[in-house]
Nanobody
Framework: QVQLAESGGALVQPGGSLRLSCAASGRFFSINAMGWYRQAPGKQRDMVATITSGGSTNYADSVKGRFTISRDNAKNTVYLQMNNLKQEDTAVYYC??????????????WGQGTQVTVSS
């Protein structure tokens, strides 16, 4: 019912920047909250940033001041601008969204992930 497609992952040097995108498609009335999570090898999946439909944002302490989450509601797309990247930002980044489907708020829709590697 809800498909999320991430793009923008790449290999980048420390101090560099990347912009991730995630577009939602499928049969839903509207997208509610959206967010980015990441999972490094051997570690759990952690929240990076979230944004409500109204634009309120929340960030993990480790990315505050370096990452910015934004969204385009008309395109059902969420973005993650990542600046001053560090090696510890290396992970698979996953998009997450809640969506209104048939009058119900459905949670926990995930994309397939996009790899971000920060290395010199």
């Amino acid at each position: 019912q809800v498909q999320l497609a991430e793009s923008g992952g790449a290999l980048v040097q420390p101090g560099g920047s990347l912009r991730l995108s995630c577009a939602a498609s499928g049969r839903f009335f509207s997208i509610n909250a959206m967010g980015w999570y990441r999972q490094a090898p051997g570690k759990q999946r952690d929240m990076v940033a979230t944004i409500t439909s109204g634009g309120s944002t929340n960030y993990a302490d480790s990315v505050k001041g370096r990452f910015t989450i934004s969204r385009d509601n008309a395109k059902n797309t969420v973005y993650l601008q990542m600046n001053n990247l560090k090696q510890e930002d290396t992970a698979v980044y996953y998009c997450n969204a809640d969506a209104w489907v048939n009058g119900l708020l459905t949670r926990g829709h995930w994309g397939q992930g996009t790899q971000v590697t920060v290395s010199s």
